[in-house]
């Protein structure tokens, strides 16, 4: 008779919260899918009924007193229900359930339907210790899922990013740490590095490869540094005619006097930018042009130490600068160039535009011409014309193999001009401007970081990087290599010629700088 009673009985009609329940466990499953593979197992939400969750939730403990429906009581109530709880609370603790995934859902749902206010069931009087509790594992657990979520996030990123063109990166080494200089003061000095051992025998050099004889040759000044960025893609030295030189460590740009190896004080810019990455002389008086990070260019007098003028315009790294005149060329990160002429108010008055990020600046002796080179390897070459607009066209293209960073103008020779190739080139580059070829191209085997003429000696002295670490001397026209000095461990980032041509002051990423009486 009973199994008649059941089968004719009234079909049973499901209330509301079995329906809002169904329907949840339905969009969570769904969620579930997509990430499927990263989910653990145990965790089945489609498996978990309505009746397992409420009878579950009924079987909790109870405790004497009701709390409030929301999940964080105030202060008086969990006073008050603090002593009624505590007996029951290591018993509801140890009730935790297998699954730790359903258990996530069932405590989930407890909070909604107290938030809801449901009052015919009888989870209201869960003691406010053990539900606390509750709501504590099941946020750890959560929180479990959405890291092994950005973790899946981040192995697709990943394995998209061969198809991404990286910005230029450097070693983050020296940025913080605050720029200085100090003379090495041989056999006394206290640097750290300079008598530990590490370093290799300090005696320089001049090594003649016509005769394979070595010459003993000492650097006038050794010099430590701090706080320098090891970066190819900056300009951070540069030697002016009243024989000052500017040296930017970090933030701070140094002034020091060539003649008598002092220091005249410097510049710092902290708190404002995050680093200076260019610096450039006037060709008169004592105006020094500076570069950052943050996409300023500053003018400053260096005797009085005061900020004459701050440009903007760049929203990105000011790598380059050149002057001629009264105008100022800069170039970004972003291969904007822009003009700026200091006489006016509205100082901008001019753009170019190259692909990439522009490595170098410079106008040629004669102030007709200026040369910029790019990361892509493509260098132009621009008339003088100060107002133009970013659909202005070069006069010439010339095309390289690695980006374009060091490159110098004959001063001799207006129209000739010296590039250095990258380390995957290693080619010493010599243009000549009037019919766009090349002259000669030596090979270096070597990455060439940096140029300089000597017109006392009719040569061209190159930076080197890696693998060789040096500044070789070459004559021209021949291109023949007449020398070199040998000191350095560190690619040479950076040279500058002194304003009587008689001294090379040498910047590496060892951390050191030494001025060398080149003739």
């Not at 489609?46 to 007193?65: D, G, L």
């Not at 229900?81 to 029951?88: M, Q, V």
């Not at 006038?220 to 540069?238: C, M, Q, S």
């Not at 008086?285 to 400053?300: D, R, Y």
Request: charged share 20%.
């Amino acid at each position: 008779m009973e199994w008649k009673l059941e089968r004719f009985a009234s079909r049973r009609v499901r209330t509301d919260e079995e329906m809002w329940w169904e329907n949840t466990m339905k969009l969570l499953a769904k969620g579930m899918k997509l990430n499927r593979n990263q989910v653990s197992k145990a965790w089945n939400p489609t498996s978990t009924s309505y009746s397992n969750f409420k009878s579950n939730i009924e079987r909790r403990p109870t405790a004497e007193m009701p709390v409030f429906s929301s999940p964080i009581a105030t202060r008086g109530q969990q006073a008050s229900t603090e002593d009624g709880a505590a007996h029951s609370f290591e018993a509801d603790h140890s009730l935790n359930l297998a699954n730790a995934s359903e258990s996530v859902l069932e405590r989930t749902q407890e909070e909604v339907t107290m938030i809801r206010g449901s009052s015919s069931h009888q989870f209201w009087k869960t003691p406010m210790i053990a539900r606390l509790e509750r709501n504590a594992a099941a946020l750890s657990c959560w929180e479990t899922l959405n890291i092994e979520q950005r973790s899946l996030q981040k192995n697709v990123a990943q394995k998209h990013q061969k198809w991404l063109i990286p910005l230029p990166r450097v070693s983050e080494e020296a940025q913080n740490v605050p720029g200085k200089m100090q003379i090495c003061e041989r056999p006394k000095c206290l640097w750290k590095g300079c008598r530990d051992g590490i370093r290799r025998k300090e005696s320089v050099h001049h090594q003649s490869l016509s005769d394979r004889k070595h010459l003993g040759l000492q650097p006038e000044v050794k010099i430590h540094l701090a706080g320098l960025r090891d970066d190819y893609y900056l300009n951070n030295l540069d030697w002016n005619s009243e024989d000052f030189l500017a040296l930017a460590l970090g933030s701070t740009v140094h002034i020091w006097n060539g003649e008598s190896h002092e220091g005249m004080g410097s510049i710092d810019l902290n708190p404002c930018p995050n680093y200076i990455s260019s610096v450039s002389w006037k060709k008169e008086g004592t105006c020094l042009a500076i570069g950052t990070s943050e996409g300023e260019v500053q003018l400053w007098d260096v005797v009085t130490k005061k900020r004459l003028r701050n440009m903007l315009g760049h929203i990105s790294v000011v790598g380059s600068l050149s002057w001629n005149h009264c105008v100022l060329s800069s170039g970004s990160r972003l291969g904007h160039i822009y003009h700026y002429d200091i006489r006016v108010a509205q100082h901008h008055i001019g753009t170019l535009q190259h692909k990439r990020a522009v490595c170098a600046l410079k106008w040629s002796p004669s102030g007709k011409l200026l040369s910029s080179g790019c990361m892509d390897g493509v260098l132009n070459i621009w008339p003088y014309d100060p107002g133009v607009a970013k659909s202005c066209q070069p006069l010439r293209v010339l095309l390289h193999s690695t980006a374009v960073k060091a490159i110098n103008w004959c001063p001799w020779r207006s129209e000739v001009l010296a590039v250095g190739g990258g380390r995957k080139d290693g080619h010493l580059h010599i243009w000549d401007m009037n019919t766009g070829e090349s002259i000669r191209t030596p090979c270096t085997n070597s990455q060439i970081c940096s140029l300089i003429w000597l017109p006392k000696t009719k040569e061209i002295a190159s930076g080197h990087g890696i693998p060789k670490h040096e500044v070789a001397l070459w004559n021209y026209p021949l291109l023949t290599q007449s020398g070199g000095f040998f000191s350095h461990r560190g690619r040479v980032l950076h040279l500058a010629l002194s304003s009587d041509q008689s001294k090379i002051f040498s910047v590496a990423a060892d951390r050191t700088a030494y001025v060398w009486k080149c003739c």
